[in-house]
């Protein structure tokens, strides 16, 4: 099926969901995969039975798990239930409806996201570490202040008994004037 975008060009609705939405129209399968009840989704009541006769015939495997992988990455969502059933939703999957098909897109990232996300990512990781090492160095740098204030203290100290030699050495030069 192809159909034209706001822009013109031709859109087309991936293999994977055309098939899907084709067994589930044809019925033929209904004892094995059908729509739930409001056909705002589909069951699949037998996996076994739908791997071994119907996904040979519409898909090139017979694996299950690959079909659930890709109805993961076209951004299904399995609806839990006690049974062996599996029932899998999308909001553009409805049941009389497959115009909505067009608007399903596969969840992929594009190289340029990557890049994006890793940048992001690295940045994140450099902006903590820029931070670690500022919050050390102040506390360093707080440290160093502390010991540096203990030092003005002793040297201050210092100084004053200097002054109070200088102050007694020129006592002793007054006394030894007065002396002679």
């Given at each position: 099926?192809?159909?034209?975008?706001?822009?013109?060009k031709n859109c087309t609705?991936?293999?994977?969901?055309s098939k899907?939405?084709?067994?589930?129209?044809?019925?033929?399968?209904?004892?094995?995969?059908?729509?739930?009840?409001d056909?705002?989704?589909?069951?699949i009541?037998?996996?076994?039975?739908?791997?071994?006769?119907?996904?040979p015939?519409?898909?090139?495997?017979?694996?299950?798990?690959?079909?659930?992988?890709?109805?993961?990455?076209?951004?299904f969502?399995?609806?839990?239930?006690?049974?062996?059933e599996?029932?899998?939703?999308?909001?553009?999957?409805?049941?009389?409806?497959?115009n909505?098909?067009?608007?399903?897109?596969?969840?992929i990232?594009?190289?340029?996201?990557?890049?994006?996300n890793?940048?992001?990512?690295?940045q994140?990781q450099?902006?903590?570490?820029?931070?670690?090492m500022?919050n050390?160095?102040?506390?360093?740098?707080?440290?160093n202040?502390?010991?540096n204030?203990n030092?003005?203290?002793?040297?201050n100290?210092?100084d004053?008994?200097?002054?109070?030699d200088?102050?007694?050495?020129?006592?002793?030069?007054n006394?030894?004037?007065?002396?002679?």
């Open positions: 099926m192809k159909k034209k975008n706001l822009q013109g609705i991936p293999g994977f969901l899907t939405y084709k067994i589930l129209e044809s019925c033929e399968y209904n004892d094995i995969i059908c729509w739930n009840e056909g705002r989704a589909f069951k009541k037998s996996p076994n039975e739908f791997a071994e006769k119907v996904l015939k519409y898909f090139k495997t017979n694996n299950f798990a690959s079909y659930v992988r890709q109805l993961n990455m076209y951004d969502h399995k609806i839990r239930h006690e049974s062996e599996n029932e899998w939703r999308h909001r553009l999957f409805r049941k009389g409806y497959p909505l098909l067009y608007d399903i897109k596969r969840k990232y594009d190289n340029q996201q990557l890049v994006e890793m940048k992001q990512a690295q994140e450099n902006d903590k570490r820029n931070q670690q500022q050390e160095y102040n506390d360093n740098d707080n440290d202040d502390n010991d204030d030092d003005n203290d002793n040297d100290d210092n004053n008994d200097n002054d109070n200088n102050d007694n050495d020129n006592d002793n030069d006394d030894n004037d007065n002396d002679k």
